[in-house]
């Protein structure tokens, strides 16, 4: 079966340090370290094509040269991929802004390379298109269940709009940001380009004025920071098979 092209585009960041996966990632980025058979941020693009998102913006900077070499333009993965090459990691909201020359005028969607989830990008394709139709309407973001080295949460999910914690009646309501989410460029129109910046503080000052939107996935969902984790997935997936 042919999917549809998706008319949005999709970054995926893959520049950081990978500081707590060390020394696996001395001489390897962390996108490409390998879980059942695959490097991390390739499971991204399988999804993401699956979904009809063909356009993709990746960021890099810690021995990012080693990502273009083994993605190239990303014909040989069915997708067309432009790179954001960063001198050192701008954290994630400071990699968006630099990269939006790229990302053009539309809303966007945005997948961290170190996660793996079953979880189907097609589904956001409603949500951008509505946020095409709302300049108010700021971010969409996925979340899940907290996992074990996150307990405390994120965010509140409440009647579809996602919201900051606003005391500890919350502490049974957070869930974890999955680092999947929609965004309009006009989130990030404060931050010059090149220079270093957090998404947190961007989201919660949009959730106070209700600009943030957001769904659960219940499904699996896997945050691969440590090689123990990247070991845990490998096993997961060689059994899977």
Not at 176 to 195: D, N, Q, V, W
Request: proline share 7%; charged share 20%; hydrophobic share 45%.
């Amino acid at each position: 079966m042919t999917v549809p092209t998706a008319p949005f585009k999709a970054m995926i960041l893959a520049a950081g340090f990978g500081e707590r996966m060390r020394p696996l990632t001395d001489h390897t980025p962390k996108p490409l370290l390998v879980a059942g058979g695959k490097p991390l941020i390739v499971w991204r693009i399988e999804h993401l094509r699956r979904a009809g998102f063909v356009d993709l913006v990746i960021n890099h900077a810690h021995l990012g040269q080693r990502i273009e070499a083994a993605l190239g333009d990303g014909a040989g993965l069915g997708v067309a991929i432009r790179y954001s090459a960063e001198a050192e990691p701008l954290e994630t909201a400071g990699g968006i802004a630099s990269a939006l020359p790229l990302l053009g005028a539309a809303p966007f969607l945005v997948t961290n390379s170190d996660i793996h989830a079953d979880f189907d990008y097609a589904r956001l394709l409603p949500v951008l298109r509505a946020m095409a139709d709302n300049a108010d309407h700021l971010a969409h973001l996925v979340l899940v269940d907290n996992p074990p080295q996150h307990a405390g949460g994120d965010f509140v999910l409440e009647a579809g709009r996602v919201r900051d914690r606003a005391g500890p009646e919350d502490a049974a309501a957070m869930q974890t940001f999955s680092g999947i989410g929609c965004y309009r460029p006009e989130l990030f129109a404060g931050i010059e380009p090149g220079t270093k910046a957090r998404l947190a503080p961007l989201l919660r000052a949009a959730m106070a004025r209700g600009q943030v939107t957001g769904e659960h996935h219940a499904g699996r969902w896997r945050d691969i920071g440590t090689p123990e984790r990247l070991a845990a997935l490998d096993k997961e997936l060689e059994h899977a098979t």
